[in-house]
């Protein structure tokens, strides 16, 4: 792993912290955030990375059900599943608060998700819910109680996971023959071309590309039959993905495609790294400049969308409480809480926050879309918002 980028000493980008954790000045912890590239594998990894258990415990405060984009996108996924493969069991790993898998009768899911109060949610619901993490051994557990799976599915999961070979594994352990596995994270050429460097954090171990997914499946004997672009969590790759021997299933053309436009982007390239941190360096520059300007006006800043992704920008660019006054969300977990590293208030989400806001620093800029159809009111009556994607700029 060959280093190319360094976005200083992050916290870790879910603890957010109380009051009182303030007021007894609670010490957090601060892990070097560096990403590096490697040559052989063409995977783009972060290079110090924490221990599962102290990010995703019983207070793992992200939901996936609180964006209407997520839980539409999973729906017509759902639907997609059950059309084309119809499956008799749907395993998900990473089941967060089962936005995916409340669409599917209760007999046919199993869940696997290691954040305990996320985990209780779907096992509440009656839905067969493991919180564990997924490794071998789950993985026979789950082989030996419920026989070999046909479908599994992951989204913005496995990307956390920093043993990819026990990951692939421990999927090839329980797929049936003629299974099918899917999988979807942020894409890394959307990554590069966004300069969405946030998409780097603590958690995210990985941003992956076909071209480095396609090496780790060649070790297990699976390959990906086909993908689809997603415009979710800032663009996203959806990799459909098969036994190499599974002959019944025919190598779409998009893979191909998806293929030619990394090798396009020079992404086996190390070179091309450096032209990504040049740009990240200018990035940081440029928002840092933007904010001290609005400021020197006496303009008032908040954020929205407190996002893993704000935490990495914020403490990157060191911008604090001084210039930005305070975030709104929706996620009850996150709110009335103090930002990790930055110590930014994060308010329940009410429309009357946005009142008398000159500028919305734009923390969920991958729910753009979504935030300005919500905020109409706010757009009309002359309120603007940052950006810092694909350069920072007031829009
Ligand atoms: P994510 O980018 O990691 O998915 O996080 C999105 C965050 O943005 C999450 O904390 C919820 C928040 N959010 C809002 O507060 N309001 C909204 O309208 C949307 C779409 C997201």
């Known amino acids: 792993m060959k280093k190319f980028l360094d976005l200083g000493m992050q916290p870790l980008a879910n603890k957010y912290l109380t009051r009182n954790d303030l007021k007894n000045k609670k010490k957090e912890k601060l892990y070097h955030l560096e990403v590096g590239f490697d040559k052989k594998t063409k995977l783009v990894s972060i290079l110090n990375k924490v221990s ?54 209760k007999k046919k899911v199993i869940c696997v998700e290691p954040c305990k109060n996320l985990a209780i949610i779907t096992k509440n619901k009656g839905f067969k819910t493991y919180a564990d993490y997924w490794n071998i051994n789950l993985a026979k557990k789950v082989k030996s109680k419920h026989g070999k799976v046909d479908l599994i599915y992951s989204a913005n999961t496995l990307s956390h996971i920093s043993d990819l070979n026990s990951v692939f594994k421990s999927i090839a352990h329980v797929l049936s023959d003629d299974g099918i596995l899917i999988i979807e994270d942020p894409s890394l050429l959307e990554c590069l071309k966004k300069v969405a460097y946030d998409q780097f954090y603590n958690e995210h171990i990985y941003v992956f590309s076909l071209l480095s997914i396609k090496n780790i499946l060649q070790k297990f004997n699976l390959e990906v039959f086909d993908t689809e672009i997603l415009k979710t969590h800032g663009g996203s790759i959806r990799y459909f993905i098969k036994r190499t021997k599974n002959f019944n299933i025919k190598v779409n053309i998009s893979v191909k495609k998806q293929l030619k436009n990394e090798l396009r982007f020079r992404m086996d390239k190390f070179s091309t ?19 001290h300007k609005i400021k020197k006006d006496k303009k008032k800043i908040i954020g929205y969308g407190s996002t893993a992704k704000s935490v990495t920008v914020l403490n990157y660019c060191k911008i604090k409480s001084e210039s930005l006054d305070y975030f709104v969300d929706t996620t009850p977990d996150k709110t009335k809480k103090y930002m990790p590293g930055t110590h930014i208030y994060v308010d329940q989400y009410k429309q009357d926050l946005l009142d008398g806001v000159d500028y919305i620093f734009l923390g969920a800029w991958n729910f753009k879309e979504e935030i300005f159809k919500k905020e109409k009111k706010y757009i009309k009556n002359g309120g603007k918002f940052i950006t810092h994607i694909p350069t920072p700029q007031i829009i």
């Open 52 to 105: 599962s258990e102290k990010m995703f415990d019983n207070k793992y405060p992200y939901r996936s059900s609180m964006s209407k984009t997520m839980t539409k996108s999973f729906k017509i996924l759902a639907n997609k599943i059950t059309k084309v493969y119809n499956p008799k069991i749907i395993l998900e790993i990473g089941s967060n608060d089962g936005s995916l898998i409340k669409n599917f009768k």
């Open 273 to 291: 790294y450096i032209t990504f941190k040049k740009k990240v360096e200018k990035s940081k520059i440029k928002l840092v400049n933007l904010f």
